[in-house]
T-cell receptor, first 114, second 114 residues
Framework: GAGVSQSPRYKVAKRGQDVALRCDPI?????LFWYQQALGQGPEFLTY????????KSGLPSDRFFAERPEGSVSTLKIQRTQQEDSAVYLC????????????FGPGTRLTVT | DQQVKQNSPSLSVQEGRISILNCDYT??????FLWYKKYPAEGPTFLIS?????DKNEDGRFTVFLNKSAKHLSLHIVPSQPGDSAVYFC?????????????FGAGTRLAVHP
């Protein structure tokens, strides 16, 4: 079956531009996570959705970061007025439900802010 | 404050020998630990997990050991194969607010050479 997909795979943005990153989770997966992975580091939690509800956004680094999952499936992570420190790989993961620990990751979107 | 630490950024092992990857954690409330494997330009994929009530879990060539008193776990791969060359992330599950959150270490890059 299809895994988690993300688009675009690579994005170059000039500082100050807005970007939108898309995640298509595995069909039927209730839980959806966004992570940020800086070079040489592990994934760091950004935000969590259960269906369409954003239950935890404690990892979002600033109010320039916004995520949504309006119909409980596809999710979009938006970064406004991008800064150089936003350069990272953004990973999306989904899992069957809130009680399951195994998360399935997409390939990520590599964002480079110049 | 890193709650999950992988202190060895890289490891080089000869094909056929044992690879041992280590991970330390600080939070005694973690109840599940997972290992993920990541190839370049792909998302992390789940490899093996262990519950905090166990001290060993084995799956084929992969075995994870947990020492709760030392807050330490290790992944053993034997025999190591060139296809095992990847970055390995240790992750700990924190179940709070009714859902799982994974906290990752920085990763260890394993190179298996002939």
């Amino acid at each position: 079956g299809a895994g988690v997909s993300q688009s675009p795979r690579y994005k170059v943005a000039k500082r100050g531009q807005d970007v939108a990153l898309r995640c298509d989770p595995i069909s039927g997966h209730v839980s959806l996570f966004w992570y940020q992975q800086a070079l040489g580091q592990g994934p760091e939690f950004l935000t969590y959705f259960q269906n369409e509800a954003q239950l935890d956004k404690s990892g979002l680094p600033s109010d320039r970061f916004f995520a949504e999952r309006p119909e409980g499936s596809v999710s979009t992570l938006k970064i406004q007025r991008t800064q150089q420190e936003d350069s990272a790989v953004y990973l999306c993961a989904s899992s069957l439900g809130p009680g399951t620990y195994e998360q399935y990751f997409g390939p990520g979107t590599r964002l480079t802010v110049t | 404050d890193q709650q999950v630490k992988q202190n060895s950024p890289s490891l080089s092992v000869q094909e056929g020998r044992i690879s041992i990857l280590n991970c330390d954690y600080t939070n005694s409330m973690f109840d599940y630990f997972l290992w993920y494997k990541k190839y370049p330009a792909e998302g992390p994929t789940f490899l093996i997990s262990i519950s905090s009530i166990k001290d060993k879990n084995e799956d084929g060539r992969f075995t994870v050991f947990l020492n709760k008193s030392a807050k330490h776990l290790s992944l053993h791969i034997v025999p190591s194969q060139p296809g095992d060359s990847a970055v390995y992330f240790c992750a700990a599950r924190a179940f709070s607010g009714g859902y799982n959150k994974l906290i990752f270490g920085a990763g260890t890059r394993l190179a298996v050479h002939p």
